[in-house]
């Protein structure tokens, strides 16, 4: 029989919340709620499946939120997807295990957190239960350096069962190196670029996906003291009404699976694990935010917290498809990793400058995007780094993957990974439950466009280059009549716009920064100007990863479940 009383209660049982979740309640004195809008999906073969990408989508484990038409890409809505599930998206996510570039993480240190490369792999290797690949899986490209990877964690991470054979990772392999591309040993170490075949969230001994209710709840669902309310979705905090000066959470009120209105007491602190587009709005519904998004609907303002919401930033992925002449079976992951060097050869330093040169007029875009919300002096300081992370710390940007073809057709995917566009994500009614305003901006900051030409046109050389070329045999989408071989920067640009999608790597709608630079959490995960408000999901990350955001999550939530236990 679950209480209504918890030392903790956590919004949101993904792939952040439920990491919270097993940690705090390790202790059994402490009592522990978390409150998931989906249901579990055990049994649910669109989420097990090793070759089930994909199956999930438009279900009902599926928000499919949609976004707000981008005026930058043909005035066209974007489906972005998310997981409503215990699990959360870990459940429907592409199921890749890859980390970030070293720098990437270094450079949050910037922008006012104490966290750094070095400080954050403990917490990597903390989650992980890495399987080392069997002999047949090296020899089909399965490769690592075992100084960076976990053995006694809560999440499988492994080569699938069955890998792709007849020799895909050597023709890859041959083909990057005849690009110049070399071959990368484990892209998990801090430096990605390179050809890699990447290890997946996957339990290789059950054959099925590892998501973040098999790694860290159902092994542990029997603790007397974590109580999961399912199919209950969550409205806002309740405060205190003592008269503290600093805001104290002391509960979230939700509908429960029979529709009616429950609150949970939390008496410790509230974590919000709802995912990039769902923590701000539950701030703002919660009156946490920028007091012009909030009085217009009537909600109380609590805290004063400009920036919630804003500084979302996404990437955006696009398919080709080949005729193909060989049959390939097995599931795997494929990529080739590229920095600026890579895809703009002499013409990088050039470029660098004229991107350099660009920041004030991106500031300026930026701010005004925000209805004047964030300004312009703040966001230069923000881009100045990107630039950094881009040009010289040449963190990859073009990241490329080669989907085994069958034996009529091939697809290889890819995007670019460090798009300067932010856009925002603010409530449109106090009704809890009523779609938000979500506008990433796709395309607004013309780097993006080209960062996204230059991995246009390496990954279509990638099917021009002997041994993939006598594999890939013609391209079918776009096609040389729609993107001509020799074709135009405009071409590209004008394709790329209509037959792109999210890449659904949604972050910084809360952002983990200094107050100055329009953070809304501490490097704690303390939201500013409340006493017990904690964000923990990819809201928090401040800029873009060249990796998937799940590693890099469940590592941050480890380390903020320390933080949490460490404080009280
Ligand atoms: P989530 O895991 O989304 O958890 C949020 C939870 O909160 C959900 O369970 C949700 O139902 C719940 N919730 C939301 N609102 C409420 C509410 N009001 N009340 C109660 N509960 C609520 N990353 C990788 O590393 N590798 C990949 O291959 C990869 N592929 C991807 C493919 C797709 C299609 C998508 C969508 C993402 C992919 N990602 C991938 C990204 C990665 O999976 C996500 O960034 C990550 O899982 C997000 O974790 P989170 O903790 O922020 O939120």
């Given at each position: 029989v679950s209480r209504s009383r918890y030392d903790y209660v956590i919004v949101g049982g993904g792939t952040s919340g439920l990491v919270i979740a097993n940690r705090l309640s390790e202790d059994p004195t402490i009592s522990v709620a978390v409150i998931e809008a989906g249901d579990q999906v055990f049994n649910n073969t669109n989420v097990t499946?090793?070759?089930?990408?994909?199956?999930?989508?438009?279900?009902?484990?599926?928000?499919a939120y949609e976004s707000e038409a981008q005026v930058y890409a043909g005035n066209k809505t974007q489906i972005l997807r998310a997981g409503k599930a215990l699990g959360g998206t870990s459940t429907i996510n592409g199921m890749t295990y890859m980390r970030a570039e070293s720098s990437q993480i270094d450079s949050w240190k910037k922008v006012?957190?104490?966290?750094?490369w070095d400080s954050l792999m403990p917490y990597y290797k903390k989650s992980e239960y890495f399987e080392y690949p069997t002999g047949a899986q090296v020899s089909m490209g399965a490769s690592y350096s075992p100084?960076?990877?976990?053995?006694?964690?809560?999440l499988s991470v492994s080569w699938p069962t069955e890998m792709v054979g007849n020799n895909f990772s050597s023709t890859l392999n041959a083909t990057f190196k005849a690009m110049d591309l070399p071959w990368n040993g484990?892209?998990?170490?801090g430096s990605m670029r390179g050809y890699n075949v990447f290890p997946k969230t996957f339990d290789r001994s059950l054959d099925v996906r590892e998501d973040a209710a098999r790694a860290y709840y159902y092994p542990f669902a029997?603790?007397?003291?974590l109580d999961i309310f399912l199919n209950s979705f969550a409205q806002r905090l309740t405060w205190s009404?003592?008269?503290?000066s600093i805001p104290f959470a002391n509960g979230v009120v939700f509908t429960d699976k029979s529709g009616a209105e429950q609150t949970l007491l939390a008496t410790r602190e509230v974590v919000l694990s709802a995912g990039s587009l769902r923590s701000p709005l539950l701030l703002e519904l919660s009156g946490i935010g920028n007091p012009s998004v909030l009085e217009n609907l009537g909600i109380e303002v609590k805290?004063?917290?400009?920036?919630?919401?804003?500084?979302l930033q996404d990437q955006t992925t696009v398919d080709t498809n080949y005729n193909a002449n060989t049959n390939f079976t097995g599931a795997g992951g494929f990529i080739g990793y590229f920095n600026a060097t890579d895809v703009w050869g002499n013409n990088t330093a050039a470029f660098s400058k004229t991107i350099k040169a660009s920041l004030e007029q991106y500031a300026n875009r930026t701010a005004d995007a925000s209805g004047g919300i964030t300004d312009r002096e703040t966001l230069l300081k923000l881009f100045k780094i990107q630039h950094e992370l881009i040009f010289?710390?040449?963190?990859?940007i073009s990241e490329i993957i080669v989907n085994p073809p069958s034996a009529s057709s091939g697809l290889i995917e890819y995007w670019g990974l460090m798009p300067f566009s932010r856009g925002n994500i603010h409530i449109?009614?106090?009704?809890?439950s009523a779609p938000a305003a979500i506008?990433?901006?796709?395309?607004?900051?013309?780097y993006d466009i080209k960062q996204q030409i230059a991995t246009a046109r390496t990954a279509r050389k990638i099917a021009m280059t002997a041994p993939m070329s006598n594999i890939l045999t013609?391209?079918?989408?776009?096609?040389f009549d729609v993107?001509?071989?020799?074709?135009t920067d405009e071409a590209w640009d004008s394709w790329l716009r209509s037959a792109y999608r999210s890449n659904?790597?949604?972050?910084?709608?809360?952002?983990?920064?200094s107050k100055e630079l329009?953070?809304?959490?501490d490097d704690n995960h303390l939201v500013y100007g409340t006493a017990n408000v904690r964000v923990v999901d990819?809201?928090?990350?401040?800029f873009q990863v060249s990796g998937h955001l799940a590693s890099t999550l469940y590592a941050l939530a480890e380390r903020a479940a320390d933080l949490i236990k460490a404080s009280h």
């Open positions: 499946s090793a070759t089930g990408y994909g199956k999930a989508f438009g279900t009902q484990i599926d928000w006012g957190n104490n966290v750094s100084e960076f990877h976990g053995t006694e964690g809560p484990d892209a998990n170490s029997t603790r007397p003291n009404d003592d008269n503290s805290v004063n917290s400009p920036f919630v919401g804003e500084n010289e710390d040449e963190v990859v449109k009614s106090a009704n809890s506008n990433p901006n796709f395309f607004m900051l013309d013609s391209e079918t989408t776009p096609s993107v001509p071989l020799n074709a659904y790597h949604y972050i910084s709608t809360a952002a983990m920064m329009g953070g809304v959490v990819a809201s928090v990350i401040p």
